[in-house]
């Protein structure tokens, strides 16, 4: 028998929200309160279903960067709702998010419980069902992130495009072997940007920074560029949230918020999906890229 959140799943993959959400509404009722604290904090039930208007709202944001970025355009939204609004937040996006206008309070997220009083408690992935958010207006908000640019210098007339092709190394199907882009360095007009995380490569025809673990720097050197190229990783998330074009390399297999399909995400207009046709298979995705480059 398939699981509910299997069953979820499936309908967010088929753009079918509205009957995720009342699967989502079930799902709820039969845990009566539960909240699962013996589970890792990415899958602990969070949200009773309780309101939030005139509530002070505590968001706990347990899944990855990545996950954060993309709700938090609706951290603005909760906050004009509630009483109060306090975002307990990864470290590392509190400097990028307080920039933001609008944004509630951020408090740096550790492993012992927050030290907030509230009312109502979410988990930022469950914000999308609160709002009860259709395909249509997913991206209403893009960009809901912005910070001023850091323009990388190149040759007259070349492009400047940005580079992430490793994810994080819980899931390595994300990732692609360096050297499985050669056909993209064989496109004239180029200059690519390396925007890892830390120095994985030598490469000449790269410019490369040093590792930069600051998404503050990520932003602005994104924002300097005219195209970002990435794997399913927390940049890919960041320069749909910018309103940058960006092209986004899919495992066959990914994750559920990229659908079934399609070639585009209701999550960030700007972006563009290119799939694996095969699993395991880079390299028909690599030459398509490359072939679109031209």
């Known amino acids: 028998m398939e699981r509910e959140v299997d069953q979820w799943m499936r309908r967010m993959r088929r753009g079918e929200f509205a009957a995720a959400w009342e699967l989502g509404d079930r799902m709820i009722e039969s845990r009566r309160g539960a909240r699962c604290y013996d589970k890792p904090r990415h899958e602990q039930f969070v949200w009773d279903g309780a309101p939030i208007e005139g509530k002070r709202v505590l968001v706990r944001c347990y899944h990855g960067l990545g996950d954060t970025l993309q709700t938090a355009r609706f951290f ?5 709702l509630a ?37 109502v408690d979410i988990e930022s992935m469950e914000l999308a069902h609160l709002f009860r958010v259709t395909p249509e207006e997913a991206g209403d908000s893009v960009p809901y992130l912005r910070v001023e640019p850091r323009v990388t210098a190149a040759p007259q007339g ?51 920074p040093a590792g930069c673990d600051d998404p503050i720097e990520t ?35 990914c994750d559920w918020r990229w659908m079934d399909d399609r070639d585009d995400s209701p999550w960030y207009p700007t972006a563009r999906l290119w799939r694996q046709p095969q699993s395991r298979r880079w390299e028909p995705v690599v030459t398509a890229v490359a072939a679109a480059l031209r």
Request: a negative charge; proline letters at 12%.
């Open 76 to 80: 603005p939204r909760v906050a004009a």
């Open 83 to 119: 009483r109060s609004c306090t975002v307990w937040v990864q470290p590392p996006l509190i400097p990028l998010l307080r920039l933001q206008p609008e944004m509630p309070k951020l408090a740096p997220l550790h492993d012992g419980s927050p030290d907030v009083d509230f009312d």
């Open 158 to 208: 070349h492009r400047r495009v940005g580079l992430i092709w490793r994810a994080g190394d819980w899931d390595p199907s994300r990732s692609i072997p360096f050297e499985l882009l050669a056909p993209l360095f064989e496109v004239e007009g180029v200059t690519y940007v390396s925007l890892q995380r830390e120095p994985a490569v030598t490469e000449p025809r790269m410019q490369l």
């Open 219 to 253: 932003a602005r050197l994104m924002c300097g560029l005219d195209l970002v190229i990435s794997v399913d990783t927390m940049t890919a998330h960041l320069a749909g949230a910018l309103g940058l074009p960006a092209w986004i390399l899919l495992p066959r297999d």
